[in-house]
C-alpha cells in the first residue's frame, strides 16, 4: 500500500493522516478524524478510501465502520455537490422549519431524502445546529446559512448554482 | 437595563493574538503561573464559587480536587464544545469571537490539575469554528503560551482539536470521552468518575467552553470580584441564549438571577409580533416547560429549581401563543429518539414509544388514552438509564401534557391544532 500511485487518497489526506498517527496516545483515536478526512475528499464515506486508510494505518476497519454507522454528520454513499441539511429543532420550527423545507421541496422539486437530477442538491432535515437565535437555519456542506428568508434561499441556492 | 459583558466584550477582530492581547489577553495566564501554584488555581477556583456552565452546575474547583492525589497517570482535560443541547448556542460565539479566551482559560485549567494533554471536543458541523481554534491554537504557540516551558514556567500544555461526527450523545462526558477514544460514543457507568479514570483509563477533567471561559477573568480579578455578579449560590455572569418568539433573539450575558422577565422583555426586545407568551423552556429542550405567567422567577440554579425548571444549559426557548405545544413536544422527542445511542432499553425503547406516541397524536391518529401512557414512558425512563439522555428527554414531554392537556384533547378530538399557527417563514 505504500505506492502512492495505487492510492485513492489525495496527498494532503495522507499527510493529514499521518500526522494523526502521531497525535494520539492510542491510535484508535484516530478513527473519527479519519472519516473526516474522507469525508473531505470524497464529499462521503468511501469505502475504498476507509479500506485504504484500515490498511495504511493498522486500525481494524471494523473501527471505522462502527464509526461510520454511529456518526450521523457523513453521507455513507454519494450524495449531491451540495448537500442540504436543515434543521428542524425546536427553536427552527418556532421560526418556521417546516416552510423552509417545503419551500425547499418546492424550489429543488426533490423529497427529503432525495437529490436533484443535475446531481447538484440533496436535501436532508437534521437536528439541532447549535445556532438556535438565528434560526431558520440550514447547513450547506460545511457552511451555515441563518436568518434564512424565501428571498435568501432563492439568492443562496442561485449563486450555488452559478458556482456550479 | 445594560451590562457590560465579561465573556461576550465587544471587541471586534478579538479572534487575533496581537489584538486579544492588546486588551489584556494571556495577562492572567502569566499571572496563574507566575504567581501561583497550581493548588492556589484550584482554591482560588473554589472560592469563587463558579459552577459548571454545560448543564449541571458542579462546582468547578471542587470537581478538579477529585483527581486523586497519589496520581502517577497522565491526567487530561477535555474541553467540552460538542454544543448540541436544543435552544443553546453559547459555545459557538465564543469561540467564533473569542477563541483565545477559551484557549487561556484551557491552559489555567490545564495548569490548575497537573495536564499536559487537553483535548477540545467540537461538534463536526462547527467546521468555521474548528478552524478559527486551530489557528488560535498556532498563534498561542508561536508565542510561546503553549508547548514546552510556557514562558518560562516549566509547565507543558499541548491542545489537540478533535471534532465530532454530529452525535449531540458525545456532549455526555463519558460518551465524549469513548468517542475520543475512537469508539461510537456510548456512554459508560459511573463510579468510575472521568476524575478517576477517564479518557485512555486516566483521570480526566471535562469542562465546558464557558466555563473555561469565566478563569482567566477570575484569575485576573479574584474570587471576591467574581461573587459580586450574580447569586450567593450561583455567582457570576450567564450567557443566556434566547431562542423563538423575541423580537431580539441572541446570546445575553448578564449576572446569574437575572429576572427572566428582565432577560425576555428588556433585552431580548420581548415577544414577537406583539402576541402573548405561551410557555417558555429556559434550560435547553432536556429541562420542564414553564407556563407563560411564570416568568418572574430568577435565572439562577436554585430558583430556577424552586420554579419547577432548571438552568440547564440556559438556552431559553420562547413560545408564543401561535405555538402549538403538542408540535413542540413532537419535534422535541424526535430529537432525542434520534440521538439516543441506543445503549440502554429504557432510553431506546422508551424515546421511540413517546416520539411514536406523539407522532400519531400530531398527525390525527391519536387516542386520549395515550396521555397517561406517555406519563407513565415518562416515569419509566426516568432513573432507569446509564446517563442522563432518557432523563432529559422526559421533562419537556411530560410538563407539556401536565399543563396544556387541553391542547392535546383537543388535537386528539379535533385531529388538528388547537392554535391558529403563525407565519414564520418569508
Ligand atoms: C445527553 C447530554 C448531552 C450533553 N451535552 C453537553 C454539551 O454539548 N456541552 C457541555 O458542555 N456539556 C454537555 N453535557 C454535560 C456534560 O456531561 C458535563 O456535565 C459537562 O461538560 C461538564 O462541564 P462543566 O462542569 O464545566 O459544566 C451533556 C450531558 C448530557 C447528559
Ligand atoms: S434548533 Fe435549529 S439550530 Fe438549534
Given at each position: 500500500m505504500n505506492k502512492a500511485d495505487k492510492s485513492i487518497l489525495t496527498k494532503s489526506t495522507i499527510e493529514r493522516l499521518e500526522k494523526l498517527l502521531v497525535v494520539?496516545?492510542?491510535?484508535?483515536?484516530?478513527?473519527?478524524?479519519?472519516?473526516?478526512?474522507?469525508?473531505?475528499?470524497?464529499?462521503?464515506?468511501?469505502?475504498?478510501?476507509?479500506?485504504?486508510?484500515?490498511?495504511?494505518?493498522?486500525?481494524?476497519?471494523?473501527?471505522?465502520?462502527?464509526?461510520?454507522?454511529?456518526?450521523?454528520?457523513?453521507?455513507?454513499?454519494?450524495?449531491?455537490?451540495?448537500?442540504?441539511?436543515v434543521c428542524h429543532n425546536i427553536s427552527c420550527t418556532l421560526m418556521g422549519a417546516d416552510e423552509l423545507v417545503r419551500y425547499l421541496k418546492e424550489k429543488l422539486k426533490i423529497e427529503v431524502g432525495e437529490t436533484t437530477a443535475d446531481g447538484l442538491f440533496t436535501l436532508v432535515t437534521v437536528e439541532c445546529l447549535g445556532s438556535c437565535g438565528t434560526a431558520p437555519v440550514m447547513q450547506i456542506n460545511d457552511t451555515y446559512y441563518?436568518?434564512?428568508?424565501?428571498?435568501?434561499?432563492d439568492r443562496i441556492l442561485e449563486k450555488l448554482r452559478r458556482q456550479e | 437595563m445594560s451590562f457590560e459583558p465579561i465573556l461576550l466584550?465587544?471587541?471586534?477582530?478579538?479572534?487575533?493574538?496581537?489584538?486579544?492581547?492588546?486588551?489584556?489577553?494571556?495577562?492572567?495566564?502569566?499571572?496563574?503561573?507566575?504567581?501561583?501554584?497550581?493548588?492556589?488555581?484550584?482554591?482560588?477556583?473554589?472560592?469563587?464559587?463558579l459552577r459548571g456552565r454545560g448543564g449541571a452546575g458542579f462546582p468547578t474547583g471542587r470537581k478538579w480536587t477529585f483527581i486523586p492525589k497519589d496520581n502517577t497517570k497522565p491526567v487530561y482535560l477535555c474541553v467540552n464544545a460538542d454544543e448540541s443541547e436544543p435552544g443553546t448556542f453559547k459555545d459557538r460565539q465564543l469561540m467564533r469571537e473569542h477563541p483565545h479566551l477559551l484557549i487561556e482559560g484551557t491552559i489555567i485549567a490545564a495548569y490548575a490539575i497537573n495536564c499536559h494533554q487537553a483535548f477540545i471536543y467540537i461538534r463536526g458541523e462547527f467546521a468555521a469554528e474548528a478552524r478559527l481554534l486551530e489557528k488560535a491554537i498556532a498563534e498561542a504557540s508561536t508565542k510561546g503560551y503553549l508547548g514546552k516551558n510556557i514562558l518560562g514556567s516549566g509547565f507543558d500544555l499541548n491542545i489537540t482539536l478533535y471534532r465530532g461526527g454530529g452525535a449531540y450523545?458525545?456532549?455526555?462526558?463519558?460518551?465524549?470521552?469513548?468517542?475520543?477514544?475512537?469508539?461510537?460514543?456510548?456512554?459508560?457507568?459511573?463510579?468510575?468518575?472521568?476524575a478517576v479514570a477517564g479518557l485512555y483509563g486516566c483521570p480526566t477533567i471535562i469542562n465546558n467552553v464557558e466555563t473555561l471561559c469565566n478563569l482567566p477573568p477570575i484569575v485576573a480579578n479574584g474570587a471576591d470580584w467574581f461573587k459580586s455578579y450574580g447569586t450567593p449560590k450561583s455567582p457570576g455572569t450567564k450567557i443566556f441564549c434566547v431562542s423563538g418568539h423575541v423580537n431580539k433573539p441572541g446570546n445575553y450575558e448578564l449576572p446569574m438571577g437575572v429576572s427572566m422577565?428582565?432577560?425576555?422583555?428588556d433585552y431580548a426586545g420581548g415577544i414577537k409580533n406583539d402576541k402573548s407568551l405561551k410557555a417558555v423552556i429556559p434550560g435547553g429542550s432536556s429541562v420542564p416547560m414553564l407556563t407563560g405567567d411564570k416568568i418572574d422567577v430568577n435565572m439562577d440554579f436554585e430558583s430556577l429549581a424552586e420554579a419547577g425548571s432548571m438552568l440547564g444549559s440556559a438556552g431559553v426557548i420562547v413560545m408564543d401563543e401561535t405555538t402549538c405545544i403538542v408540535k413542540a413536544a413532537y419535534v422535541i422527542s424526535r430529537f432525542y429518539q434520534h440521538e439516543s445511542c441506543g445503549q440502554c432499553t429504557p432510553c431506546r425503547q422508551g424515546t421511540l414509544w413517546m416520539y411514536r406516541i406523539l407522532h400519531r397524536i400530531e398527525h390525527g391518529k391519536g387516542r386520549t388514552e395515550e396521555l397517561d401512557l406517555l406519563l407513565d414512558i415518562c416515569d419509566n425512563i426516568e432513573g432507569n438509564t446509564i446517563c442522563p439522555l432518557g432523563d432529559a428527554a422526559v421533562p419537556s414531554v411530560r410538563t407539556s401534557i401536565r399543563l396544556f392537556r387541553d391542547e392535546y384533547e383537543y388535537h386528539i378530538k379535533h385531529k388538528k391544532c388547537m392554535v391558529e399557527l403563525g407565519p414564520r417563514f418569508e
Amino acid at each position: 500500500m505504500n505506492k502512492a500511485d495505487k492510492s485513492i487518497l489525495t496527498k494532503s489526506t495522507i499527510e493529514r493522516l499521518e500526522k494523526l498517527l502521531v497525535v494520539f496516545p492510542e491510535k484508535k483515536s484516530i478513527v473519527l478524524p479519519a472519516l473526516h478526512l474522507v469525508y473531505e475528499q470524497f464529499g462521503y464515506l468511501n469505502k475504498a478510501a476507509i479500506a485504504e486508510i484500515a490498511a495504511r494505518t493498522g486500525v481494524p476497519d471494523i473501527y471505522f465502520e462502527e464509526g461510520a454507522n454511529f456518526y450521523t454528520m457523513f453521507p455513507i454513499a454519494p450524495v449531491g455537490k451540495y448537500l442540504i441539511q436543515v434543521c428542524h429543532n425546536i427553536s427552527c420550527t418556532l421560526m418556521g422549519a417546516d416552510e423552509l423545507v417545503r419551500y425547499l421541496k418546492e424550489k429543488l422539486k426533490i423529497e427529503v431524502g432525495e437529490t436533484t437530477a443535475d446531481g447538484l442538491f440533496t436535501l436532508v432535515t437534521v437536528e439541532c445546529l447549535g445556532s438556535c437565535g438565528t434560526a431558520p437555519v440550514m447547513q450547506i456542506n460545511d457552511t451555515y446559512y441563518e436568518n434564512l428568508t424565501r428571498e435568501k434561499v432563492d439568492r443562496i441556492l442561485e449563486k450555488l448554482r452559478r458556482q456550479e | 437595563m445594560s451590562f457590560e459583558p465579561i465573556l461576550l466584550k465587544p471587541i471586534p477582530d478579538d479572534d487575533q493574538i496581537d489584538v486579544y492581547e492588546k486588551h489584556g489577553g494571556y495577562s492572567a495566564l502569566a499571572k496563574a503561573l507566575k504567581e501561583y501554584s497550581p493548588e492556589q488555581i484550584t482554591q482560588i477556583v473554589i472560592d469563587s464559587g463558579l459552577r459548571g456552565r454545560g448543564g449541571a452546575g458542579f462546582p468547578t474547583g471542587r470537581k478538579w480536587t477529585f483527581i486523586p492525589k497519589d496520581n502517577t497517570k497522565p491526567v487530561y482535560l477535555c474541553v467540552n464544545a460538542d454544543e448540541s443541547e436544543p435552544g443553546t448556542f453559547k459555545d459557538r460565539q465564543l469561540m467564533r469571537e473569542h477563541p483565545h479566551l477559551l484557549i487561556e482559560g484551557t491552559i489555567i485549567a490545564a495548569y490548575a490539575i497537573n495536564c499536559h494533554q487537553a483535548f477540545i471536543y467540537i461538534r463536526g458541523e462547527f467546521a468555521a469554528e474548528a478552524r478559527l481554534l486551530e489557528k488560535a491554537i498556532a498563534e498561542a504557540s508561536t508565542k510561546g503560551y503553549l508547548g514546552k516551558n510556557i514562558l518560562g514556567s516549566g509547565f507543558d500544555l499541548n491542545i489537540t482539536l478533535y471534532r465530532g461526527g454530529g452525535a449531540y450523545i458525545c456532549g455526555e462526558e463519558t460518551a465524549l470521552m469513548t468517542s475520543l477514544e475512537g469508539g461510537p460514543g456510548y456512554p459508560r457507568v459511573k463510579p468510575p468518575f472521568p476524575a478517576v479514570a477517564g479518557l485512555y483509563g486516566c483521570p480526566t477533567i471535562i469542562n465546558n467552553v464557558e466555563t473555561l471561559c469565566n478563569l482567566p477573568p477570575i484569575v485576573a480579578n479574584g474570587a471576591d470580584w467574581f461573587k459580586s455578579y450574580g447569586t450567593p449560590k450561583s455567582p457570576g455572569t450567564k450567557i443566556f441564549c434566547v431562542s423563538g418568539h423575541v423580537n431580539k433573539p441572541g446570546n445575553y450575558e448578564l449576572p446569574m438571577g437575572v429576572s427572566m422577565r428582565e432577560l425576555l422583555f428588556d433585552y431580548a426586545g420581548g415577544i414577537k409580533n406583539d402576541k402573548s407568551l405561551k410557555a417558555v423552556i429556559p434550560g435547553g429542550s432536556s429541562v420542564p416547560m414553564l407556563t407563560g405567567d411564570k416568568i418572574d422567577v430568577n435565572m439562577d440554579f436554585e430558583s430556577l429549581a424552586e420554579a419547577g425548571s432548571m438552568l440547564g444549559s440556559a438556552g431559553v426557548i420562547v413560545m408564543d401563543e401561535t405555538t402549538c405545544i403538542v408540535k413542540a413536544a413532537y419535534v422535541i422527542s424526535r430529537f432525542y429518539q434520534h440521538e439516543s445511542c441506543g445503549q440502554c432499553t429504557p432510553c431506546r425503547q422508551g424515546t421511540l414509544w413517546m416520539y411514536r406516541i406523539l407522532h400519531r397524536i400530531e398527525h390525527g391518529k391519536g387516542r386520549t388514552e395515550e396521555l397517561d401512557l406517555l406519563l407513565d414512558i415518562c416515569d419509566n425512563i426516568e432513573g432507569n438509564t446509564i446517563c442522563p439522555l432518557g432523563d432529559a428527554a422526559v421533562p419537556s414531554v411530560r410538563t407539556s401534557i401536565r399543563l396544556f392537556r387541553d391542547e392535546y384533547e383537543y388535537h386528539i378530538k379535533h385531529k388538528k391544532c388547537m392554535v391558529e399557527l403563525g407565519p414564520r417563514f418569508e
